[in-house]
């Protein structure tokens, strides 16, 4: 059984939107931060956001900032990320992750757990 289970990818063509949602299904990952990730054809895993669930700070690298949004439902144990404005560039396999180890956020070594991928394609 996967650990954090993500949905909501698709195809979309520039300029759209599109919402992902990642869910902890098991009580044993610590969700304190919660971030996703996303890496395209040919090249590195690389960061795109991240959520600190207890004083709801997130964080954006700068080739999404001003048009992702992440977000959490504590109740749910759920994160999401809704994504604006979609450019080409943009398309890749989305990953979420928790189990935060602590240090650079926007290295993946400093996360322990992650979802199977969902895959975002942005159309020209």
């Known amino acids: 059984q996967e650990r954090l289970v993500e949905s909501g990818g698709g195809l979309v063509q520039t300029g759209g939107s599109l919402r992902l949602s990642c869910t902890a299904s098991e009580h044993s990952v610590s969700t304190s931060f919660m971030g996703w990730f996303r890496q395209a054809p040919g090249k590195e895993r690389e960061f795109v956001a991240i959520?600190?669930?207890?004083?709801?700070?997130?964080d954006y690298s700068e080739a999404v900032k001003g048009r992702f949004t992440i977000s959490g439902d504590d109740a749910k144990n759920t994160v999401y990320l809704q994504m604006n404005t979609l450019k080409p560039e943009d398309t890749a396999t989305y990953y979420c992750?928790?189990?935060?180890?602590?240090?650079?956020?926007?290295?993946?070594?400093?996360?322990?757990?992650w979802g199977q991928g969902t895959q975002v394609t942005v159309s020209s």
């Open positions: 992750t928790a189990d935060y180890y602590g240090g650079a956020y926007f290295v993946q070594d400093r996360w322990g757990s």
């Open positions: 959520f600190m669930r207890g004083s709801g700070r997130t």
